[in-house]
């Protein structure tokens, strides 16, 4: 089982505490460091006020950049994924036929 652990972090000034696996605190810490700066581009723009609809103006932001990304022929991470484990599987069955030679 793997431990997870608690990481402060400053969004916007405000501090807050995440859960997270050891292995994902170099992922998250960016994901906070691109909202922070999503969010204070934002604030900063001086069109919209109060920091609930600074977050989900920051978040509507994000999330069409993602669609933009996968629908516009970018990089779809999960496929990407899948098509490289595929991959794994293959050199790993090719690998015991070898090994069963000698």
Known sequence: MSD???LDVTIMGREFRI???PAEEAALL????????KMRGIRDSGNVM?????AIMAALNIAHEFMNTRIAGGFDVA????RIGRMQDTIDEALKEQQQLF
């Open 4 to 6: 997870i652990k608690q």
């Open 19 to 21: 859960a997270c696996p």
């Open 30 to 37: 960016q994901a906070v460091d691109m909202l922070d700066q």
């Open 50 to 54: 109060g920091i609930d609809k600074i």
């Open 79 to 82: 496929d990407f994924r899948r």
